[in-house]
């Protein structure tokens, strides 16, 4: 095989807003035959989609390349002039989105937008770009091929929309394709589809490929070779088997780490007269007008009840729209749930947070997946985690001082933290915060909305061995809702899975070993990449099964 | 991206971490003279204000009358002077009036929502549809022209906006999780808005504030040019351009240095507002 693109000693820097100038790649040289899927993997802030970026000879404003060469097919793109550039772009390499519904313009129709390109270049007749087209979509297995170009971007699905904007990158036959996080924003179930389509595509046409992503697991499925990236520097590179069985580099052995979270702790089995500490009994909310039996005209949760006992966790998991953060809205209040009873040990909960006492109020804490909108950007740490203290305890001067330190101790942040402002911590230091708020409270119960969802793997990772050392020095009990059922079975012995609104089956350590019975948990199980190769290719699931749940 | 940063320029250590334009700074200084100046008028001023000093009206700029003198042949100069209290202290203390309420009233809105929200903003929008300056005129006719009502009046016109303003904001900054945990915590409105909203809109407001105060200003000046503003023998800008507007054909000094006076502190505000110092997020070099 012949080599497609050499990357030497590439560099870029970036300028911050005080004018200080930072090196975000550094020294990155690696090649890539015809035919070959690369994977940059690495977490956010790695570098991973600049090198991207400026494989099309595009950098974003603000970075600026300053040595090293990017050679395509023969041809070094930085020594080209703009105009140049762009003719390459579309015809030789292609680009897809991390977000397709961003990416489409919602008031053309689909088949316009996938052959502008090649109206653009004018690279072949429209006409013959159509059937191409119609014939990339049949290729993808997206839905009826023949019509489905004529519809507009919100009329199709978002793994639809995704396949979509592969074709559109794949019409004007390029040699590379670029392609940026594009499964990182669908359910898993439709993930599998989208991998599985462009697999196909990408190994029929002998097209090489750069695939951009932090999930080692989908990574193993698609590349034959894998660039692991920190501070913008290659910590290793090899065959994506040879990576996945033989880490060498201590990061990389992290990483893998990161991805294969312990099981969850098995509390001995508590005595079974005591009362749960969360009961949620048939539980109707939803959003709209309130009809004659006090309904909502738009249900989110269609009669849910689950239990919660003392010091356990549950887990709740399911697909965007099942309507798990919305089970944690209604728990805590802020939607009030329009039929049903919460009780929190034992006693019930008003079903509006205005009306409860402040002693529930309290006890149950909510911790949301953002800790960038969660946390006041214009408040020291010091302030948050003093206000619950003060609000609360009515601690005060010295007491509520060394209390805070105390939280910082418990949550693993140094000290000195606590005079900065949440704009000047990383995600993870963030993420923590918003815990320790949350324990400020001496809460017994904590609902944790998919707190580990915007953090990077090896940082996520370290938050759910807090969560687990914090449950063992506190005897809290977690409410713990999450897409990413690894991360939900590190921490909950029992999890609850939910599919539109409803609870589909509660999976208990003690009936059928934890594993599903359902047909849909079963899918959405199995729908989890694991971290091997060849997974995908040996997936057998029912086409019928998948087309009844995944519709989306 | 905190490891090894490498920095190829000197670092320059910004011990505020702002960074601070210079027409901002100019207009900020201009500014600041006129408030000076309004302070310290009676000692600054070579003539008292209502003095006649010479029996020739209208005259050109001279070494003694710097400015000349106006339609009764008092210094101009002084009369600017003194103007600037009235001018720069009424708008001051009106935009302080209006804003203080409009941005209260605005994120109690926000906050509150509902039957509150709807009935305030309907009255409120209710001013807002009645022009600004026949509105100032009915008030003033009505009730008699004095500081307290001139402020008032002009506080209560320019109110519905401010509130407009410091509304849509602080609806944004009221859907953030954060303003969701503090009330999850059942803290009450007073915290919720001066504790939670307030310095998330705080930047936007002081923006908003410098431009009604230049509407205020020019508010003001208008309804002394109509009579309705300060009373003679004292006068605010707008009424020295209108007691002098008959030198304008003798080409008399009288009539411009007012409005440029005028003019100097309304776009020095705008360029304040719109220069003002940014706060510069990359704080890694002095950390």
């Not at chain 1, 899927?37 to 970026?53: D, F, P, Q």
Request: proline fraction near 6%; charge should be neutral.
């Amino acid at each position: 095989m012949s080599r497609l693109v050499e990357v030497r000693d590439l560099r870029i820097q970036a300028r911050t807003d005080a004018g200080r100038i930072v090196e975000i790649i550094r020294g990155v040289s690696f090649d890539i035959d015809e035919g070959e899927i690369v994977a940059l993997i690495g977490e956010s802030g790695s570098g991973k989609t600049t090198i991207a970026l400026d494989l099309m000879g595009y950098t974003r404003p603000g970075c600026r390349v300053t040595g090293g060469t990017v050679t395509l097919d023969g041809v070094e793109m930085g020594a080209l002039s703009e105009g140049e550039r762009a003719r390459m772009r579309g015809s030789l390499v292609s680009y897809v989105p991390q977000s397709a519904a961003a990416a489409f313009n919602p008031a053309h129709t689909i088949m316009d937008q996938v052959v502008e390109v090649v109206r653009i270049h004018g690279s072949m007749p429209v006409a013959e770009a159509r059937t191409k087209a119609v014939g990339l979509f049949r290729a993808l297995a997206l839905p009826n091929p023949e019509t489905i170009g004529e519809r507009y971007p919100h009329q199709v699905s978002g793994g639809q929309l995704q396949r979509l904007s592969a074709a559109m990158a794949l019409i004007g036959d390029p040699k590379l394709v670029i392609f940026d996080e594009p499964t990182t924003a669908l359910d898993v179930t439709t993930q599998v589809e989208v991998l599985r389509a462009f697999k196909a595509v990408m190994r029929k046409g002998g097209i090489a490929g750069v695939y951009v992503s932090h999930d080692l697991a989908v990574v193993a499925q698609i590349a034959d070779r894998i660039i692991v990236l920190r501070h913008g520097e290659i910590q290793e590179a090899g065959r994506t088997a040879d990576i996945l069985e033989r880490p060498q580099h201590p990061y990389t052995r992290q990483l893998l780490a990161a991805f294969r979270p312990g099981a969850a702790p098995r509390p001995a089995r508590l005595d079974q007269d005591e009362a749960p500490l969360l009961v949620v009994r048939d539980v109707v909310a939803g959003y709209g007008k309130r009809d004659a039996n006090g309904l909502p005209a738009l249900r989110i949760l269609k009669g849910v009840s689950l239990e919660l006992a003392r010091g356990r966790n549950l887990g709740i998991v399911g697909e965007s729209g099942c309507g798990k953060s919305t089970l944690a809205r209604v728990i805590a209040g802020i939607l009030p749930a329009a039929k049903g009873e919460i009780l929190l040990e034992g006693r019930p909960l008003a079903p509006d947070f205005r009306q409860r006492r402040p002693e529930d109020l309290r006890d149950l804490q909510i911790v949301f997946q953002s800790a960038d909108t969660a946390l006041n950007p214009h408040q020291s740490i010091g302030e948050i985690l003093g206000r619950p203290l003060a609000f609360y305890h009515g601690l005060g001067g010295r007491t509520r001082e060394a209390r805070i330190d105390q939280l910082l101790d418990m949550v693993r942040l140094p000290r000195p933290l606590r005079h900065r402002r949440p704009g000047e911590l990383s995600g993870g230091q963030k993420q923590r915060i918003n815990l320790a708020r949350a324990l400020a409270a001496d809460a017994k119960l904590i609902l944790c909305d998919e707190i580990t969802s915007a953090l990077d793997t090896v940082v996520a990772a370290a938050i759910i061995d807090l969560l687990k050392e914090l449950q063992r020095e506190l005897s809290l009990s977690y409410l713990f809702i999450s897409h990413d059922i690894e991360t939900v079975r590190a921490i909950c012995d029992e999890v609850v899975v939910m599919y539109k609104g409803e609870k589909v089956e509660q999976l208990r350590p003690d009936v059928n070993d934890g594993r599903p019975t359902q047909p849909y948990s079963r899918l959405l199980f199995s729908s989890v990449p694991q971290l091997r190769t060849g997974w995908l290719d040996g997936l057998a699931q029912d086409p019928e099964l998948t087309r009844a749940f995944a519709q989306r | 991206m905190s490891v090894s940063l490498s920095s190829t320029r000197p670092v320059r250590r910004w011990r505020l971490g702002y960074r601070i334009s210079p027409v901002g700074a100019v207009a900020f200084l201009v500014i600041l003279a006129w408030a000076v100046v309004a302070v310290t008028a009676p000692l600054i001023a070579p003539h008292p204000v209502g003095e006649i000093v010479d029996f020739d009206f209208f005259q050109p700029m001279s070494a003694a009358y710097p400015m000349g003198t106006d339609y009764l042949g008092r210094d101009v100069l002084s009369r600017i002077l003194f103007g600037a209290r009235y001018t720069v202290g009424i708008s001051l203390a009106s935009v302080a009036l209006a804003c203080l309420t409009g941005v209260t009233l605005g994120m109690a809105a926000a906050v509150i929502g509902g039957a509150f929200e709807a009935a305030l903003s309907r009255f409120l929008d209710a001013l807002i549809s009645i022009p600004s300056k026949i509105m100032a005129l009915v008030l003033v006719a009505a009730i008699g022209s004095s500081m307290p009502v001139l402020i008032l009046t002009l506080a209560v016109i320019y109110t519905p906006g401010s509130y407009r303003f410091a509304r849509a904001l602080a609806v944004n900054v009221n859907a953030m999780d954060y303003v969701t945990v503090a009330r999850v915590r059942g803290e009450r409105l007073g915290y919720l808005i001066r504790a939670e909203i307030l310095p998330g809109i705080v930047g936007p407001v002081l923006a908003d504030l410098g431009l009604r105060f230049v509407f205020i200003v020019l508010l003001l000046s208008s309804m002394s040019f109509l009579g309705l503003g300060v009373q003679p023998p004292n006068a605010d800008w707008g009424a020295l351009v209108k007691e002098n507007i008959g030198g304008l054909s003798l080409a008399a000094p009288a009539v411009i240095f007012p409005s440029l006076a005028i003019a100097s502190l309304t776009i020095s505000v705008n360029l304040l507002i719109d220069n003002l110092p940014q706060k510069i997020r990359d704080r890694s070099a002095d950390a």
